[in-house]
């Protein structure tokens, strides 16, 4: 059985975020496997996309808040710097990296739809996703979960290439792989 009682409450917070006793699943070797309802309620409506598998692991890594941003690797100590190295203006979280950043700002006002109309602030890359899960059409849901993929790879070529990428470019690189997987799937469907 799992015991509490070697860490702090503080430890065990930080170690299992927001997530729920009463959602416990089961005892792992590393600890006790947690299902967050709405983190599930959320799964499901992303399976149901009709993306790449990368894409929706993408995205769920990002809705569950594990992606290694400056500020999750900060988090853990990996680095010291939160800071985005892009903009420099404020801690590279999930929603600053994929949402606010002035590079993710200028794809997303590309793009048309009620998507424009979304603030350039937000909570949590979670609360949006649940927000654009309610107010999006699945087409559109899909071109969001692709532009955020694209939107992350133009971040790592930045870091890791040194390259920078045109957010018309990024788009472009987001609608072009959608519409490429789509006619692949209904080739695939036909045979
Ligand atoms: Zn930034």
């Known amino acids: 059985m799992y015991q509490y009682m070697s860490y702090g ?3 065990r917070d930080r170690a299992t975020e927001d997530f729920n006793p009463d959602n416990k699943l089961a005892e ?3 600890g006790p496997v947690y299902k967050l309802t709405l983190l599930s309620t959320l799964w499901n409506k992303l399976w149901t996309l009709n993306i790449p598998p990368k894409v929706r692991n993408f995205v769920w890594r990002a809705c569950s ?3 290694p941003t400056r500020a999750n690797l900060a988090r ?3 680095l010291i710097e939160p800071l985005c190295a892009i903009c420099g203006q404020a801690e590279e979280t999930v929603s600053h990296a994929l949402w606010e950043c002035p590079i993710a700002r200028n794809v997303w006002a590309m793009v048309r739809g009620k998507l424009q109309k979304c ?3 937000i909570q949590t890359f979670h609360l949006l996703a649940r927000q654009l899960m309610e107010k999006l059409t699945r087409e559109e849901q899909e071109l969001w979960a692709m532009v955020a993929w694209s ?3 133009a971040r790592n070529r930045f870091y890791f290439e040194d390259t920078q990428s045109q957010p018309s470019d990024i788009l472009k690189g987001a609608t072009t792989l959608l519409q ?3 006619r692949w799937n209904g080739q695939m469907a036909h045979r």
């Open 9 to 11: 409450s503080k430890e």
């Open 28 to 30: 792992g070797r590393f």
């Open 65 to 67: 808040n594990i992606l």
């Open 76 to 78: 853990r100590r990996v």
């Open 119 to 121: 603030g350039a602030r």
């Open 151 to 153: 939107i992350w790879n």
């Open 180 to 182: 490429d997987y789509h």
